[in-house]
C-alpha cells in the first residue's frame, strides 16, 4: 500500500466553508464522465436516490442523485439518504482497490449512515466495479 497521505487542516477549514452544491459540481462532473466512458456503471437500484461522500480530512461534503441514469448535483440541501465518509487516502486506496469498503468500515475509517439496504448495494457495486486500467497502473506504480 502507498505512503499514509496527511493533508493540513487548514485545507478542512477552507473545505467546510465552501458551499455543498459547489462543491458537488466538479465531483458530480467526474462521476458523470466516468459513466460516459463506460468506466462507472451505476445499478438500476440507485436511480432517484440520494447520496452524500464527504472527505473528512478535506471537509468537502458532495451532494448528489441518480437521474435517468446519469449523475447529478443536489441543489436543495435535503438530507441524503446515504451519506459515507473517510479521509483522502482511504477513499483513494478504495478507488484503486488496495483495500475494501468492508475493512475500511471495520476499522473504523469509512463512516456509513443512513439507509442501510441502500449502502448495501452501494458497497457491493463498488466491490464488483471494474477500475479502469490507468486506474489499476496507477496503483502497481505506487507500490
Known amino acids: 500500500m502507498s505512503a499514509a497521505i496527511v493533508l493540513p487542516s487548514a485545507l478542512a477549514r477552507i473545505g467546510r466553508r465552501l458551499p ?15 459513466r ?15 447520496f452524500a461522500i464527504t472527505v473528512e480530512d478535506l471537509g468537502l461534503r458532495n451532494c448528489f442523485t441518480l437521474r435517468q441514469g446519469a449523475f447529478r448535483t443536489v441543489w436543495d440541501g435535503a438530507p441524503a ?23 475500511l468500515f471495520f476499522q473504523r475509517r469509512l463512516r456509513i ?26 496503483s502497481r506504480a505506487d507500490g
Not at 460516459?36 to 440520494?50: A, D, H, V, Y
Not at 449512515?113 to 496507477?138: F, Y
Open 36 to 50: 460516459r466512458l463506460k468506466w462507472l456503471s451505476p445499478p438500476e437500484e440507485l436511480e432517484g436516490r440520494s
Open 20 to 34: 455543498p452544491p459547489l462543491v458537488s459540481l466538479h465531483f458530480v462532473a467526474g462521476l458523470e464522465l466516468a
Open 81 to 103: 439518504e446515504l451519506e459515507l465518509g473517510a479521509k483522502f487516502a482511504d477513499l483513494l486506496a478504495l478507488m484503486r482497490l488496495e483495500t475494501d469498503a468492508d475493512t
Open 113 to 138: 449512515s443512513g439507509d442501510t439496504e441502500l449502502g448495501l448495494i452501494v458497497k457491493n457495486w463498488l466491490d464488483a466495479a471494474p477500475r479502469p486500467a490507468w486506474l489499476q497502473r496507477l
